[in-house]
C-alpha cells in the first residue's frame, strides 16, 4: 500500500506562483511513476502532468506547459509541481497519483486527498 499526501495549496492572485509537494509512503513504494491531476468546480478531473521513476519522461497538458514544472526527489520519495504564471482557471483541487508502471490521462493506483489551489483576479 502506498500513501500520497499533497502540501501547498493556498490562495494566490493571478500571476503569482505556488509549489506543490506530494510525498509518498509505505512498506514498498518502488519505482513509481507519479503525477498531478486536477479537479474545478463543475469540471472532469483531467491530466496535469507526471514524470517516470528516472525523470527522464515527462508529459505536461497543453493547457500548462510552459508554466508548470514537475520534478521528484527520489530519495525523498516526493513529486513536486512548480506552478508560476497562474491564472484564475488553474483553481482546483490538485490531486497526486502515483503507479508502479506509468501515470496516464486516466491516473493511477494511487491517490492523494487533494489540496486546494485558488487563483484570484
Known amino acids: 500500500q502506498v500513501q500520497l499526501v499533497e502540501s501547498g495549496g493556498g490562495l494566490v492572485q493571478a500571476g503569482g506562483s505556488l509549489r506543490l509537494s506530494c510525498a509518498a509512503s509505505g512498506r514498498t513504494v518502488g519505482s513509481y511513476a507519479m503525477g498531478w491531476f486536477r479537479q474545478a468546480p463543475g469540471k472532469e478531473r483531467e491530466f496535469v502532468a507526471s514524470?517516470?521513476?528516472?525523470?527522464?519522461?515527462?508529459y505536461y497538458a497543453d493547457s500548462v506547459k510552459g508554466r508548470f514544472t514537475i520534478s521528484r526527489d527520489n530519495a525523498k520519495n516526493t513529486v513536486f509541481l512548480q506552478m508560476i504564471s497562474l491564472k484564475p482557471e488553474d483553481t482546483a483541487v490538485y490531486y497526486c497519483?502515483?503507479?508502479?508502471?506509468?501515470?496516464?490521462?486516466?491516473?493511477?493506483?494511487?491517490w492523494g486527498q487533494g489540496t486546494q489551489v485558488t487563483v484570484s483576479s
Open positions: 514524470i517516470s521513476w528516472s525523470g527522464d519522461y515527462i
Open positions: 497519483a502515483a503507479d508502479p508502471f506509468y501515470v496516464g490521462a486516466s491516473g493511477g493506483d494511487y
